[in-house]
């Protein structure tokens, strides 16, 4: 079946970065893209950025340009986010999710619990 | 960026009774393809959003037929003709045809 597994949980110092992957399993990878979705504690859903698996083209959250990069490794089946220069308010859940079309995501990862604390 | 609103933002709901959520874009959802892009996911308690609805009114695979959608342009409707213990947790809907996808603030579903 369709999974997707993410990395384990991190704590990060104020201006450090942050790398989550996400391996994908059960179906071709290279066929759709990956969104990256996170969730501050208590708070709802807010749409990163998503990249195709098929060519590396992405599209960034405005407000994160320049401090996210998200990228794939079509031999492993992986994809990476990494937001640099971190803040306490990017303390949150971080998804990923198949987008299999016009942002449509089907299937989701377990999430990825970043802290940011000095 | 389009705002999603939703009403309620909290529903409690005996067992055996309706639900319904409302969601209104500040932009049409409706695609020069035709489509409507307009998604509902539902995160229960601890777990990641899984997606119910997508493109208003089709039930992803596995999603009982208890749930359903409808609606258009900018106006949306989730109904739960038969609210089921399982059925808890927060209720998004989210729009997928202008970048970026922007959420709803969620609703809040609890068991009486």
Redesign the interface.
Same mark, same amino acid.
Request: charged share 15%.
């Given at each position: 079946q369709v999974q997707l597994v993410q990395s384990g949980a991190e704590v990060k110092k104020p201006g450090a970065s942050v790398k989550v992957s996400c391996k994908a399993s059960g179906y071709t990878f290279t066929s759709y893209g990956i969104?990256w979705?996170r969730q501050a504690p208590g708070q709802?859903?807010? %749409?990163m950025g998503w990249i195709s698996a098929y060519n590396g083209n992405t599209?960034y959250?405005?407000k994160l340009q320049g401090r996210v990069t998200m990228t794939t490794d079509t031999s492993t089946s992986t994809a990476y986010m990494e937001l640099r220069s971190l803040r306490s308010d990017d303390t949150a859940v971080y998804?990923c999710?198949r987008e299999i079309y016009?942002?449509?995501?089907?299937? %989701?990862?377990?999430?990825t619990t970043v802290t940011v604390s000095s | 960026d389009i705002v999603m609103t939703q009403t309620p933002l909290s529903l409690s709901v005996t067992p055996g009774q309706p639900a319904s959520i409302s969601c209104k874009s500040s932009q049409s959802l409706l695609h020069s393809d035709g489509k409507t892009y307009l998604y509902w996911y539902l995160q229960k308690p601890g777990q990641s959003p899984q997606l119910l609805i997508y493109e208003v009114s089709s039930r992803f695979s596995g999603v009982p037929d208890r749930f359903s959608g409808s609606g258009s342009g900018t106006d949306f409707t989730l109904k739960i003709s038969r609210v089921e213990a399982e059925d808890v947790g927060v209720y998004y809907c989210m729009q997928g045809i202008h970048l970026p996808p922007t959420f709803g603030q969620g609703t809040k579903l609890e068991i009486k």
């Open positions: 969104s979705v709802g859903l807010e %749409w599209n959250a405005q998804y999710a016009s942002n449509n995501m089907d299937v %989701w990862g377990k999430g | -």
